[in-house]
C-alpha cells in the first residue's frame, strides 16, 4: 500500500510569518501534488510535481510556493501567511497522469493562521 | 467555476437502506470519474471509479451509474452500513492530464 506521510499533522501560524509543509513518499511516485480542503469546496490542486527539482502551478497557486528536492519529498511554503489560507492541506502522489492514475493521500495538516 | 458538482451535501440513512450520492460535471473532455471515500482525520482513498466508455461499475455493495449525454452519475451504496459513514467525493479528470476535479463532497451518515 503506497505511503504518503505529511508533518505537522497540525500548526497554528501568525498571520505575516513563513509556514513549511512537509510531505515525504515511499511508493517511488513520479508525480505528487498539494491539495487545500476548505468546506464546501472540495479539494482544489495548488501546485503539483512530476519530476525532482521541478513544479508546476495548478488551480490556485497564489500565496503558495512548492518544492520538489527529490523525488521523494514535496514541501508547500507560505511564505507571508494571511487568515484566508486557514484550510487543511493534502499531499498526495501516483504513478503518473494517465487521467485514470489512483491518487494517494496523506492524512493532511490542519493549519491555523491567527 | 465548479466544474464537478454534488448533491446532497449531506445524506442521512438508516442502516441497511440504499444511500444514492450524486454528480454532474461540465466538461465533456472529462473521461474517467473516480470516487474518494474520506474518513474524519483522514485523506480521501479511492473507493471505485468509471470511465465514460461504460455506464455501470460494480464493486461489492457499491456502484457507479454513468449517463454520458446528461453528463451526470450517481454512486449506489446497497446495505448501508455505520462504517459507510463518511465523505465522498465525486472527481473528474480527462485521460493523458493530470489534473483531477474534485466536487464539494456529499457527508453520509448511517443511522443504526
Known amino acids: 500500500e503506497a505511503a504518503v506521510t505529511q508533518s505537522p499533522r497540525s500548526k497554528v501560524a501568525v498571520t505575516g510569518g513563513k509556514v513549511t509543509l512537509s510531505c515525504h513518499q515511499t511508493?517511488?511516485?513520479?508525480?505528487m501534488y498539494w491539495y487545500r480542503q476548505d468546506t464546501g469546496h472540495g479539494l482544489r490542486l495548488i501546485h503539483y510535481?512530476?519530476?525532482?527539482?521541478?513544479?508546476e502551478k495548478g488551480d490556485i497557486p497564489d500565496g503558495y510556493k512548492a518544492s520538489r528536492p527529490s523525488q521523494e519529498n514535496f514541501s508547500l511554503i507560505l511564505e507571508l501567511a494571511s487568515l484566508s489560507q486557514t484550510a487543511v492541506y493534502f499531499c498526495?502522489?501516483?504513478?503518473?497522469?494517465?487521467?485514470?492514475?489512483?491518487?494517494?493521500f496523506g492524512h493532511g495538516t490542519k493549519l491555523s493562521v491567527l | 467555476q465548479q466544474q464537478v458538482r454534488q448533491s446532497p451535501q449531506s445524506l442521512t440513512v438508516w442502516e441497511g437502506e440504499t444511500a444514492i450520492l450524486n454528480c454532474s460535471y461540465e466538461n465533456s473532455a472529462f473521461d474517467y470519474f473516480p470516487w474518494y471515500q474520506q474518513f474524519p482525520g483522514e485523506g480521501p482513498a479511492l473507493l471505485i471509479a468509471?470511465?465514460?466508455?461504460?455506464d455501470k461499475k460494480e464493486d461489492g455493495r457499491f456502484t457507479i451509474f454513468f449517463n454520458k449525454r446528461e453528463k451526470k452519475l450517481s454512486l449506489h451504496i446497497t446495505d448501508s452500513q455505520p462504517g459507510d459513514s463518511a465523505t465522498y467525493f465525486c472527481a473528474a479528470s480527462k485521460n493523458g492530464g493530470y489534473k483531477v476535479v474534485f466536487g464539494s463532497g456529499t457527508r453520509l451518515l448511517v443511522s443504526p
Open positions: 498526495a502522489s501516483s504513478e503518473g497522469t494517465g487521467g485514470d492514475e489512483r491518487l494517494f
Open positions: 468509471i470511465r465514460s466508455v461504460s
Open positions: 510535481s512530476y519530476v525532482a527539482d521541478s513544479t
Open positions: 511508493n517511488n511516485h513520479d508525480y
